[in-house]
């Protein structure tokens, strides 16, 4: 008989059973936190932070549990470590500790699901082959560590950095907040977190991310930085939802140090918005650098959640304003310069460009595509352009580059005039008919001739909703197609605005 089945030191095979027992005990009792934590949190709520939590061991009044990602580790520290402690103390009785910490990742057997989404969270080898690999080493929307691409940003544009950006008043403040966002040392405060840049289509916004993503890769080499739209962040986590985990997304997201975002108004889905929410938190939290750029300011963001408007109006917001003459005098000159450095062939007059600068009066978008009408035009003639050339040549450019400019109080102060109406009555609930008409005439041109949307009209018409403009467009243009009378007037109004 082994002596050992009855003194106080047991064999392997006793001490071998008594760890097994120990272990059934443990799981046993984690069965019940795991219960606990879903009627508290909720089955959303725990399946994004603990389906994955597993225990490890009690050490005296220490529960240790292991999770799979630092990103889970820490978010379960910072939002949810006391109602964990909490729960663990109630079925636990002497737990006074809990020790959160990241398991050593091991090689098991993955479902089909699990080895797509671990796909996703894997970078690209270095030494890949294939045109993927090769197209990302020349345009990376992702810069990693040491500088190397990644594919799951949108890509960047070599032209676009801050030497290739020409500042001027309307664009300054822009401009100096992302140089500053770009110089900060890794390890030091974020000076504005986050940055929101608003601006119309074409006045530099997208140049400014750009430049900042190159800025950093330049100076910051082992800084994570992440430009890419709100398009292609839906994409990834439509992706990550289809292979049914999205730890990997919300792993491989939360760990970027500057976060880009463009076109932010295009982010779309109560799902999206609060995944972005959940990473927009989570990196501010963390000191991290968030910088975002939308056509609209935070405030008319109407598909956006109240709280995630506030967010971002919490940074620095900044309008980037549409050149002034002197600026858009600059642009064409630094333009011209580039197109002759590769065609010297190129004549185009001061006069011509300064036509160009006073007619369209948009962004640096605009201002390039009229310089290269004007290039192509006086190419294809074989002479320079004159003045009434060039008009020709842009007439189509010009009258859209002038309805942009209208602004809505203008078309309230137009219409109120023409039609004796005084500019109280056509925001005042008032429906006699000698308004009502006034009023949906002006929401007829506030519709055609700018680019705001119909809820932005309606709230400045008196607060009314989207569906009564709509209703009035509609209305004007039947009346327009069988009123000649009033067909007139309206294009009337349109050239007293056109030429305000």
């Known amino acids: 008989m082994n002596t050992n089945d009855f003194d106080g030191n047991p064999g392997p095979e006793r001490r071998g059973e008594e760890r097994a027992i120990d272990k059934g005990g443990l799981q046993k009792k984690w069965d019940k936190i795991d219960q606990r934590l879903r009627a508290e949190l909720g089955e959303e709520l725990f399946a994004s932070w603990f389906a994955r939590m597993e225990p490890e061991e009690v050490v005296g009044t220490k529960l240790v549990v292991s999770l799979p990602t630092r990103f889970l580790q820490n978010w379960v520290r910072t939002h949810y470590y006391d109602r964990l402690l909490k729960i663990v103390d109630t079925v636990y009785g002497d737990i006074d500790t809990v020790s959160v910490k990241v398991r050593a990742r091991g090689v098991p057997v993955r479902t089909t699901s699990q080895a797509q989404a671990a796909a996703f969270d894997q970078p ?5 082959t294939g045109n993927n690999g090769r ?14 691409p990644d594919d799951r ?27 500053r966002v770009s110089d900060t040392a890794p390890g030091l405060p974020v000076s504005f977190n986050p940055l929101y840049l608003h601006a119309n289509a074409g006045l530099g916004k997208t140049h400014l991310l750009h430049a900042i993503s190159w800025r950093i890769r330049q100076i910051h080499p082992s800084r994570k930085v992440l430009y890419l739209t709100a398009e292609r962040f839906m994409y990834h986590f439509l992706g990550a939802l289809k292979a049914r985990d999205v730890l990997p997304f919300k792993d491989y997201f939360q760990s970027v140090d500057v976060l880009l975002i463009d076109d932010f108004q295009f982010l779309q889905g109560k799902s999206m918005q609060q995944e972005f929410c959940h990473t927009f938190n989570s990196l501010v939290d963390m000191k991290r650098q968030v910088i975002v750029a939308a056509d609209l300011p935070p405030a008319q963001l109407e ?14 917001v900044v309008d980037v304003q549409a050149p002034d003459l002197d600026l858009r005098r600059r642009i064409l000159r630094t333009r011209l310069d580039g197109a002759l450095t590769k065609d010297a062939s190129i004549s185009i007059s001061d006069e011509v460009l300064e036509f160009v600068a006073n007619r369209i009066t948009g962004g640096g978008r605009e ?3 009229a310089l290269n009408r004007i290039i192509a035009s006086q190419i294809h003639v074989r002479a320079p352009l004159t003045v009434d050339q ?12 002038d309805i942009q400019r209208i602004k ?7 219409v109120g005039r ?7 009555d056509l925001l005042s609930p008032r429906r006699a008919r000698s308004i009502v008409r006034p009023r949906q005439i002006g929401m007829y041109l506030a519709k055609t001739l700018t680019t705001r949307s119909l809820p932005e009209i309606g709230r400045r018409f008196g607060g009314r909703d989207h569906s009564t403009v709509l209703h009035a467009v509609r209305k004007i243009e039947e009346l327009m197609q069988a009123d000649e009378k009033l067909s007139r007037e309206v294009t009337m109004l349109v050239r007293l605005l056109e030429q305000q």
């Open 124 to 128: 690209p080898s270095s030494n890949s």
């Open 135 to 148: 197209d990302r080493v020349g345009s990376p929307g992702v810069l990693r560590d040491g500088g190397a």
């Open 153 to 179: 940003g949108s890509t960047l544009d070599h032209n676009f950095t801050f030497e290739t950006f020409i500042s001027g008043p309307s664009n300054s403040l822009a401009y100096s907040a992302a140089r």
């Open 303 to 316: 598909s956006i959640d109240g709280r995630m408007r506030s967010r971002l109006a919490g940074g620095l």
């Open 367 to 369: 201002l390039e595509g």
């Open 390 to 401: 060039a008009a020709l040549a842009l007439r189509d450019l010009v009258r859209t580059t």
């Open 408 to 414: 809505i109080d203008d078309i309230l102060k137009v």
């Open 418 to 424: 023409h039609y004796n109406v005084p500019k109280a």
